[in-house]
């Protein structure tokens, strides 16, 4: 196998026995990408220069006995998560020069742990979308299938992984946005407890909804860069102050004599024949583990999408008044005045899914509108929290489809929003509960396209997360097949 195919506990010992450099690595990454992100454009902004200068420095630090689990490790990034003196674009033209003059929380951390970093990804305009298609930087695409999306809002960041583009990389997460391009992509993708890493940095979609989580190739890997990125941070004031474990002593361990809560609501008509077929088979490989499955009920599941639609729009109109072409990204030069100026920046700045957002939120916010909206909307997403709090008292964990349908056409819903939002009907719930969550590979369609199976378990119990969803990983009677650009 080449150096970018492998893992990061598996370069790791490379790294460790002198079987490799850092520099090798990133080479290998690098000649990956210009080899085929003509085809998947996977990528916004490329940081060569600035890598290989990390690939050397980690090299000393590992020829000095330095080197941590991620020294050397090529990483990309979602470009939603501020980096110093590299453009940080949301994908979106109002900030398609935007330099910030910091870094985020969890790029400082995985700088401290000695990461190389390949560049920023691209992803849906400031995370609004499931597919990857609303960016201003154009399409991104599966690389198992050219014609299809590879999910969203964090698209780039999983289709990078999944055509070893890199060795890994982070995303955000607001209402699936990393699980559901992480089944597409056929790879591992969770998002942490809300709490539990940091957000400073990271650029508002819906500021009680948003969680910064990786994508890996395995759930091994994922533990460890949760490792680098979980923890206390008071630059966030939702940052919570909880002991943070070593996540990779939960890899391997058994599930035996767990109870996994199967919720019916999850199970619906319209799901695709093949995702259940998966699904189903998911379950019987957990119950030969050891496990007992049961059916459990979360009653308001079936509010999910209409509280989400209220709730992330309105915090997402708060969020974004903040880009009026006055302090900083696009400005238009044809408003007559300063209302004009506002208007035509906004207007031309936005793409069409931003502006629907927007709208919907400020509407929902307005006068005389704030309770019959948000605030119910609010105390709905209690009722959620509640179903979950009671559901994880008889169980250790959740099992779920990640997503109704495998991979789309590009294209084929961007005319229908609400057909594109119920692409999200299994995630939303994880954010809106504050729960972590993480989608596994779990088998593939007739044409080839990956399905996903998601776990969930309760407020920071990442730990069980990964030993279940790693258990999962390693009995699982599944071929393990890689994209096929």
Avoid at 377 to 397: G, I, N
């Amino acid at each position: 196998m080449e150096l970018n195919q492998l893992t990061i506990h598996e370069l790791q010992k490379k790294l460790k026995n002198s079987e490799t450099t850092s520099v090798e690595i990133t080479e290998a990454v690098f000649k990956r990408i210009e080899a085929v992100d003509d085809k998947i454009h996977s990528f916004v902004t490329l940081m060569k220069d600035e890598a290989f200068e990390e690939a050397r420095e980690a090299d000393k630090e590992i020829q000095r006995g330095n080197g941590g689990p991620l020294t050397g490790i090529p990483i990309a990034l979602k470009d939603i998560m501020c980096t110093k003196g590299t453009r940080t674009t949301c994908g979106s033209h109002i900030l398609e020069n935007f330099i910030p003059p910091y870094d985020s929380t969890v790029v400082k951390r995985l700088r401290d742990a000695g990461a190389v970093f390949i560049g920023k990804t691209n992803m849906d305009e400031f995370a609004m979308g499931s597919s990857t298609e609303t960016s201003y930087f154009g399409v991104t695409k599966n690389p198992w299938d050219l014609e299809k999306i590879p999910g969203g809002s964090s698209g780039g960041s999983a289709a990078a992984v999944a055509a070893d583009q890199c060795i890994a990389s982070l995303g955000s997460d607001t209402g699936g946005s990393i699980r559901q391009p992480a089944a597409l992509c056929g790879i591992v993708g969770m998002k942490p407890t809300y709490g539990r890493v940091s957000r400073f940095g990271l650029v508002a979609f819906a500021s009680s909804l948003d969680q910064i989580g990786p994508f890996t190739k395995d759930v091994e890997d994922c533990a460890i860069m949760l490792n680098a990125i979980a923890g206390y941070d008071p630059n966030d004031s939702t940052s919570v102050h909880a002991d943070i474990p070593d996540y990779t002593e939960y890899v391997s361990k058994s599930i035996e004599g767990w109870t996994v809560g199967i919720p019916k609501e999850y199970f619906i008509e319209g799901i695709d024949p093949e995702v259940l077929s998966a699904v189903e088979a998911a379950i019987k490989e957990v119950e030969h583990m050891g496990a007992q499955c049961k059916e459990i009920s979360l009653p308001h599941s079936e509010y999910c999408v209409a509280i989400y639609y209220v709730i992330a729009p309105s915090e997402a109109s708060s969020n974004l008044a903040r880009y009026d072409g006055v302090r900083y990204g696009f400005r238009s030069d044809a408003g007559r005045d300063l209302m004009d100026m506002y208007k035509m920046s906004r207007s031309a700045g936005f793409g069409d899914e931003v502006k629907r957002r927007i709208m919907i939120g400020t509407h929902a916010l307005s006068s005389g509108y704030y309770d019959a909206y948000y605030k119910k909307a609010s105390q709905v997403r209690t009722l959620l929290r509640k179903d979950f709090d009671e559901a994880f008292r008889t169980c250790d964990a959740i099992l779920t489809p990640s997503t109704p349908t495998p991979a789309f056409n590009i294209g084929e819903k961007m005319d229908d929003p609400l057909q594109m939002y119920l692409c999200d009907v299994f995630t939303i719930s994880c954010n809106l509960a504050g729960i972590p969550g993480i989608s596994v590979p779990c088998g593939y369609t007739e044409a080839g396209l990956p399905i996903g199976v998601q776990f969930l378990t309760g407020h920071f119990e990442e730990g069980k997360l990964i030993q279940i969803a790693s258990a999962y990983e390693k009995n699982a009677t599944l071929e393990r097949r890689r994209a096929t650009i």
